[in-house]
């Protein structure tokens, strides 16, 4: 869990130069960030232990100064989306949901009803500024698997799915149907029909223990996960699918810091980041 910001303009215009340009607020927990068209950086997080803080923060310059839209008890953020310029969601523990309209200045919690209210949401992606999905669940105990679905900017929600399973830990959606969510044990789910329905991915078998954290698609046919296994010796997994997830082949499976996401800005060039500062 990063307590910096890695400027990531430095390193898209001087490949393999990374700059420490500045410290989060209060030094949270940042668990998700996103650079806004107009260059603004927003940042979503917290702390976990004690008494658990909610962390969304703001920089214009680059991430030399920074803004506090919000430092309070609540929850931890864990992930956070743009569609456009200036709506955001960010989601987080304890049925937490927050939405922005002013570029993440301020933000505002959106209600959750029943059993959502009492999840833990991971990953958030909105096909537009309206509607989205929110994936999570509860992983003590016996394992709880949660997607929700919002049509109206997040004033109501439905519940998708919230059974024993493995919890989901990101969302990534191609276009305004085409979808996909990865979680603990091996998990890969993906829809057809923009969330309201989701199909279970079978992976190689010996990767039914992996964490899978990251997901990137090219295109409805080409894409990439990543995540492993922190436990014991950590493995670090990363696997890729030309054929919509239908089969994927293994591209590393060892011992190495499990991977957290991934992205890239071109068709062949990209970037994962993971445990224990791991870039690649």
């Known amino acids: 869990i990063f307590c910096f910001i890695l400027v990531l303009t430095a390193c898209f215009s001087q490949i393999g130069t990374w700059t420490v340009n500045g410290f ?42 920074w803004g506090v839209a919000m430092d309070s008890v609540n929850a931890m953020m864990n992930g956070l989306h743009f569609p456009t310029s200036t709506t955001g969601y960010t989601v987080g523990n304890a049925g937490k949901i927050l939405k922005s309209v002013d570029a993440g200045q301020t933000w505002r919690c959106l209600t959750l009803t ?17 509607t989205g999905i929110a994936v999570g669940g509860n992983k003590t105990n016996d394992s709880i698997q949660t997607i929700i679905k919002t049509t109206d900017g ?11 399973g493995s919890w989901l830990l990101n969302v ?7 979808g996909y969510a990865v979680g603990d044990l091996g998990k890969i789910l993906k829809t057809t029909d923009g969330g309201t329905s989701w199909t279970t991915l079978a992976v190689p078998g010996s990767l039914a223990l992996r964490q899978f954290h990251g997901v990137y698609f090219f295109n409805a046919s ?12 950590s493995i ?29 800005y071109n068709n062949n060039e990209g970037f994962v980041t993971g445990d224990l500062g791991v870039i690649k």
Not at 38 to 49: L, Q
Not at 114 to 130: E, H, K, L, Q
Not at 172 to 178: E, L, V
């Open 24 to 65: 989060a607020p209060h030094f949270r927990n940042i668990n998700a960030v996103q650079i806004l068209p107009s260059g603004r950086i927003v940042t979503a997080g917290g702390r976990f232990s004690n008494d658990a803080i909610t962390a969304m923060n703001h920089s214009n310059d680059s991430a030399s100064t």
């Open 114 to 130: 029943g059993n959502m209210a009492t999840r833990n949401y991971n990953g958030v992606y909105f096909i537009n500024a309206d």
């Open 154 to 164: 997040g004033a109501t929600w439905s519940n998708i799915t919230d059974t024993l």
């Open 172 to 178: 990534r959606f191609i276009d305004a149907n085409n």
């Open 222 to 233: 080409t894409g990439i996960v990543v995540g492993g296994n922190p436990s014991h010796d």
């Open 236 to 264: 670090q997994t990363i696997i890729k699918t030309t054929d919509g997830g239908a089969t994927w082949s293994i591209i590393s499976d060892a011992l190495s810091p499990m991977l957290k996401a991934v992205s890239f």
